[in-house]
């Protein structure tokens, strides 16, 4: 049971560059020229390596905090867990993984938690990514 999914190398350079500032030739060479990027920031998921670097600078660049905690690797996919600060909100994410055959990241998929927190840190960014702001509803309202 020691198969691991091929490129971890990959993926860790993805979490030296966003520890580093998120710079942009260092994003170019970990993501593949049609990588897929589902998110909490919009609904649907934004595609191409512009839009995808545009988002990733600009969540880096408006962080207080972004601090990736470890890399998992499984047989078929990697993992990575941070923790994110804009202001006064704090979430902890996952990003999930998928490499192509050239060891490019093809798609991201990222969780943020707790739900309350998400949706604020959401709004943090609408401005910044031109996306509609979410609205926590609950059972009281």
Same mark, same amino acid.
């Given at each position: ?29 970990? #993501? ?20 995808? #670097? ?11 905090? #972004?601090? *990736? ?26 990003? *999930? ?45």
């Amino acid at each position: 049971m020691d198969a691991f999914a091929p490129h971890r190398k990959t993926v860790e350079s993805f979490v030296d560059c966003m520890h580093r500032g998120a710079d942009e030739d260092a994003l170019c060479s970990v #993501l593949a020229e049609d990588v897929v990027l589902y998110s909490p920031l919009a609904q649907e998921p934004l595609i191409g390596r512009g839009a995808v #670097l545009e988002a990733i600078r600009t969540v880096g660049a408006a962080a207080a905090d #972004l601090t *990736y905690v470890e890399v998992l690797s499984g047989e078929t996919h990697h993992a990575a867990s941070f923790r994110l600060q804009i202001d006064d909100t704090l979430v902890d994410g996952m990003d *999930y993984f998928l490499l192509d055959a050239e060891g490019k990241i093809s798609e991201v998929t990222i969780w943020w938690r707790p739900l309350p927190a998400g949706v604020e840190m959401q709004r943090h960014l609408t401005g910044l990514l031109g996306t509609p702001s979410w609205k926590l509803l609950t059972d009281t309202e």
